[in-house]
C-alpha cells in the first residue's frame, strides 16, 4: 500500500513561507495525482491543493495565489511551498496519493503523520 511521509513543518511568524515535503513510497507515483490536506485546531480537515499526474494543479480559495504545489515524478515527492502564511494557516498538514482534482479528489494512500504548521501573529 502507498505510504507517505511529511516533513518540514515549523514555527513561523505571520507574512513568513515555509515548504513541506511529501516522499511517497509504495506506488508508481507518476501515475498518480496528489494533494495537501489540513487540519487545524478542532476543525475538520479540509484538501487545500492538488496535483494531477501531469501537474495540473488546484487550489483553495483560502491559500489561492499564496500557497503552490510542485512534484518530481523521479524524486517520488510533492512539495508545498507556502508563502505570506497567516495564522489561520496553522494546522497539521497531510499529504496522499489519490486521484482527480480539486473537488474530485479523492485519497487513496493511507495517512501519515501529518505535519505541524504554527504561525504567530
Known amino acids: 500500500q502507498v505510504q507517505v511521509v511529511e516533513s518540514g513543518g515549523g514555527l513561523v511568524q505571520a507574512g513568513d513561507s515555509l515548504t513541506l515535503s511529501c516522499g511517497v513510497s509504495?506506488?508508481?507515483?507518476?501515475?498518480?495525482?496528489a494533494g495537501w490536506y489540513r487540519q487545524p485546531p478542532g476543525k475538520q480537515r479540509e484538501l487545500v491543493a492538488t496535483?494531477?499526474?501531469?501537474?495540473?494543479?488546484n487550489y483553495a480559495d483560502s491559500v489561492k495565489g499564496r500557497f503552490t504545489i510542485s512534484r518530481d515524478n523521479a524524486e517520488n515527492t510533492v512539495w508545498l511551498q507556502m508563502n505570506s502564511l497567516k495564522p489561520d494557516d496553522a494546522a497539521v498538514y497531510y499529504c496522499?496519493?489519490?486521484?482527480?482534482?480539486?473537488?474530485?479528489?479523492?485519497?487513496?494512500?493511507?495517512w501519515g503523520q501529518g505535519t505541524q504548521v504554527t504561525v504567530s501573529s
Open positions: 496522499t496519493t489519490g486521484t482527480g482534482l480539486g473537488t474530485n479528489y479523492y485519497p487513496t494512500s493511507r
Open positions: 509504495g506506488s508508481i507515483f507518476n501515475i498518480n495525482a
Open positions: 496535483i494531477s499526474a501531469g501537474s495540473r494543479t
